[in-house]
């Protein structure tokens, strides 16, 4: 019953929204990669919650936080992380009008946080940005001719660049040489306001995994009312530097204490809870697509093979088959 009120609380809240004359806003999936190509019965659950947008994710591989080199599009990874595969994924999307945002990441071994790379010697910094630039502007070189409409120049790096600044601003200049589109980078929710170079790109990008309740079980009230001084932050720094917020990631796992801490990835057996989840969405939706300063965003995350994702189970990110899939279709409703 709870959560029932919570879904029809919702769609009074997207009738306001229909009535506000706000612009469109950016819809999104992150949309993960896999070993396959994807078909017309891949897009199809995508199209079916309204989404407008897709995050494709081609993945670069470090061996170790502290290794320089990068290596990435090899016939050794997934269909879906290499050239080929983010061609036709992309081509499938579009076919239902869904455009593009290509975000190359990387991953470090044993999924060691990004944030913590870093070299312990100056020629293993030239070295390491070397085969960054060589790895984004490859995927650059494709957004270009692909015609995407975003590019993500990298995801919650905040220790490369706070070390390497000028680097980055010289590495946005490269990128705009070859790609036309929209810029943005992937900030961690707790990097974004010391990022050096939103002034020379379209979006302030967050992932934006804030802590906004940290009860068991959230209720919509407390959730929307943990949400305000974050929200506060961001519009005070969105118009400091004249440039919109889009939240490059968003989402919770549908387990206890979702909100407490949303960026835990560990494999663990808490239990489950689906309203959690749901409710945090709503929250996160109410709060922000409503906003002139704020541009949408993309969830976390999408799989292919809707079927066998998700579900009443599953206590991890994907809204896939759980009450909070009808939270995203009913905001991304036109």
């Known amino acids: 019953m709870k959560l029932f009120k919570s879904l029809l609380l919702t769609s009074f809240a997207v009738l306001q929204l229909a009535c506000s004359g706000q612009s469109p806003k950016i819809n999104g999936v992150s949309f993960v990669a896999s070993r396959n190509a994807i078909t017309e019965k891949s897009v199809q659950p995508v199209v079916r919650i309204n989404a407008n947008f897709a995050a494709l994710m081609p993945f670069g591989?470090?061996?170790?936080?502290?290794?320089?080199?990068?290596?990435?599009?090899?016939?050794?990874?997934?269909?879906?992380?290499?050239?080929?595969?983010?061609?036709?994924?992309?081509?499938?999307?579009?076919?239902?009008?869904?455009?593009?945002?290509?975000?190359?990441?990387?991953?470090?071994?044993?999924?060691q946080f990004t944030g913590?790379?870093?070299?312990?010697?100056?020629?293993?910094?030239?070295?390491?940005?070397?085969?960054?630039?060589?790895?984004?502007?490859?995927?650059?070189?494709?957004?270009?001719?692909?015609?995407?409409?975003?590019?993500?120049?990298?995801?919650?790096?905040?220790g490369f660049i706070d070390a390497r600044p000028n680097?980055?601003?010289?590495?946005?200049?490269?990128?705009?040489?070859?790609?036309?589109?929209?810029?943005?980078?992937?900030?961690?929710?707790n990097e974004y306001n010391r990022t050096p170079f939103w002034d020379d790109i379209d979006y302030i990008g967050i992932d934006a995994y804030f802590p906004v309740d940290?009860?068991?079980?959230?209720?919509?009230?407390?959730?929307?009312?943990?949400?305000?001084?974050?929200?506060?932050?961001?519009?005070?720094?969105?118009?400091?530097?004249?440039?919109?917020?889009?939240?490059?990631?968003?989402?919770?796992?549908?387990?206890?204490?979702?909100?407490?801490?949303?960026?835990?990835?560990?494999?663990?057996d808490k239990q489950v809870n689906l309203e959690a989840q749901a409710i945090l969405t709503q929250a996160l939706f109410e709060e922000f697509w409503t906003e002139e300063w704020f541009s949408g965003g993309f969830v976390w995350k999408w799989f292919h093979d809707y079927e066998k994702v998700g579900g009443p189970e599953d206590n991890r990110f994907t809204p896939q088959n759980k009450p909070a899939e009808q939270v995203l279709k009913t905001f991304y409703s036109k």
């Open 61 to 111: 591989f470090i061996r170790e936080l502290s290794h320089p080199e990068i290596w990435f599009n090899t016939e050794r990874q997934w269909f879906g992380e290499r050239e080929d595969g983010i061609k036709q994924y992309a081509e499938e999307l579009r076919k239902k009008g869904i455009k593009i945002m290509l975000k190359p990441q990387i991953w470090v071994s044993n999924g």
């Open 116 to 158: 913590f790379i870093k070299m312990t010697k100056e020629e293993d910094w030239k070295t390491l940005e070397k085969s960054y630039s060589s790895f984004i502007l490859e995927y650059a070189r494709i957004a270009q001719e692909s015609n995407f409409e975003i590019l993500c120049i990298g995801t919650e790096l905040e």
């Open 167 to 189: 680097y980055w601003k010289g590495l946005i200049t490269e990128i705009k040489k070859i790609y036309k589109g929209k810029l943005t980078y992937a900030s961690n929710w």
């Open 214 to 268: 940290d009860k068991q079980s959230p209720t919509l009230e407390a959730s929307k009312k943990g949400w305000q001084k974050h929200k506060i932050e961001m519009k005070t720094y969105s118009e400091k530097h004249d440039k919109p917020i889009l939240f490059t990631e968003f989402g919770y796992r549908s387990s206890d204490y979702a909100g407490r801490e949303p960026w835990t990835v560990d494999r663990v």
